[in-house]
């Protein structure tokens, strides 16, 4: 595992759950990092997320997607 620098500019941000969100694609990832930098570009601001967990299937096969941690944020990348 890696890290990764990631502008906000490529999440989806959702205020309820308070987490960001993206496709594994989209991010053209050729592994899964271990933490995730996101930089707003705007504000210059960032934030480390860190990895957690990730979601599977029943048999374990298949993994649906990583969950990243920072304070009170989430980070969810969509495995397609």
């Known amino acids: 595992m890696s890290k990764r ?24 990832l050729l592994e899964i990092p271990n933490t995730v930098k996101v930089f707003n570009p705007k504000t210059q601001g960032s934030r480390v997320f860190t990895f957690w967990k990730k979601d599977m299937d029943k048999t374990n096969e298949d993994t649906y997607g990583f969950w990243y ?6 980070l969810l990348i969509i495995n397609d």
């Open 5 to 28: 620098l990631v502008s906000i500019d490529k999440l989806t941000w959702n205020k309820e759950t308070q987490t960001f969100s993206t496709e594994a694609s989209d991010l053209r």
């Open 69 to 74: 941690k920072s304070k009170n944020l989430k």
